[in-house]
C-alpha cells in the first residue's frame, strides 16, 4: 500500500479533460509538504511534469497544470491528445518514520 | 545537459550484494544544488526511492531498506553508487538514478533492470 493514493486508471477521449487524484494525510501532503508529478511513457524512465504543486519545468505544455489543497493533490490535463497516454505518479515527502519520500502507486491514462 | 546513466551487473545471486553506479555527464556532482538519488521500479509497479546522497557527502535512506544500503560517491569520476545487500528475488526491479532538487527529481537515468536469481 503506497502513502500517497492515486487512483489505478482514468481515462478520456482526445480534446477532453481528465484529472487525477493524490490523496495523503497530515504526515506528507496535510503537513504542508510539496508534491511533485511525474510521466512515465511505456518503457522509459520518469519525466518531471509538476513540481512544488503546481509548476512546470521548461518544456512541459500548459496543458498540465497541478494544484494541492489539504490533504490532497490533483494533476490536471486538458485538450487531451494520444501521446498523453502513460503512467502519471505523485511524490512527497512524509515526516513519519524517519522520513522519507514517497511516492503514489501511480495511474495509468488511457486516451480513448 | 545534464546526463544520468546507470551500470552495473542485470543479474545478482540471492543473498549477495548488488552494486550500481550511475556516471553523470554536463554537470559536476559536487554542486551543492542538487541531491543524487536512487530509486526503483518493481516489473509493473509503481516507484519507490532508495536513497540520496548530497554533495557533502550526507546520506539519506529509505527506512525500510536502510539496513541494506550504502550511497556513495566519488567526485573525480563524477560519479555515485549503489550497494544493496543481502538482496532476493523481491530486490528485482529496475533500477533509476535521479537528480533531485526541493524533494523533487528533475533528471532521470534511463534505468537499468536487475534480476536476482540463482
Known amino acids: 500500500q503506497s502513502v500517497l493514493t492515486q487512483p489505478p486508471s482514468v481515462s478520456g477521449a482526445p480534446g477532453q479533460r481528465v484529472t487525477i487524484s493524490c490523496t495523503g494525510s497530515?504526515?506528507?501532503?496535510?503537513?504542508?509538504?510539496?508534491v511533485h508529478w511525474y510521466q512515465q511513457l511505456p518503457g522509459t524512465a520518469p519525466k518531471l511534469l509538476i513540481f512544488s504543486n503546481i509548476n512546470r519545468p521548461s518544456g512541459v505544455p500548459d496543458r498540465f497544470s497541478g494544484s494541492k489543497s489539504g490533504t490532497s493533490a490533483s494533476l490536471a490535463i486538458t485538450g487531451l491528445q494520444a501521446e498523453d497516454e502513460a503512467d502519471y505518479y505523485c511524490q512527497s515527502y512524509d515526516s513519519s518514520l524517519s522520513g522519507s519520500l514517497v511516492f503514489g502507486g501511480g495511474t495509468k491514462l488511457t486516451v480513448l | 545537459q545534464v546526463q544520468l546513466q546507470e551500470s552495473g551487473p542485470g543479474l545478482v545471486k540471492p543473498s549477495q550484494t548488488l552494486s550500481l553506479t550511475c556516471t553523470v555527464s554536463g554537470g559536476s556532482i559536487s554542486s551543492g544544488d542538487y541531491y543524487w538519488s536512487w530509486i526503483r521500479q518493481h516489473p509493473g509497479k509503481g516507484l519507490e526511492w532508495i536513497g540520496y546522497?548530497?554533495?557533502?557527502?550526507?546520506?539519506y535512506y529509505n527506512p525500510s531498506l536502510k539496513s541494506r544500503v550504502t550511497i556513495s560517491a566519488d567526485t573525480s569520476k563524477n560519479q555515485f553508487s549503489l550497494k544493496l545487500s543481502s538482496v532476493t528475488a523481491a530486490d528485482t526491479a529496475v533500477y533509476y538514478c535521479?537528480?533531485?532538487?526541493?524533494?523533487?527529481?528533475?533528471?532521470w537515468g534511463q534505468g537499468t533492470m536487475v534480476t536476482v536469481s540463482s
Open positions: 535521479a537528480r533531485g532538487k526541493d524533494d523533487d527529481f528533475d533528471i
Open positions: 546522497i548530497y554533495y557533502s557527502g550526507s546520506t
Open positions: 497530515s504526515s506528507n501532503i496535510g503537513a504542508g509538504y510539496d
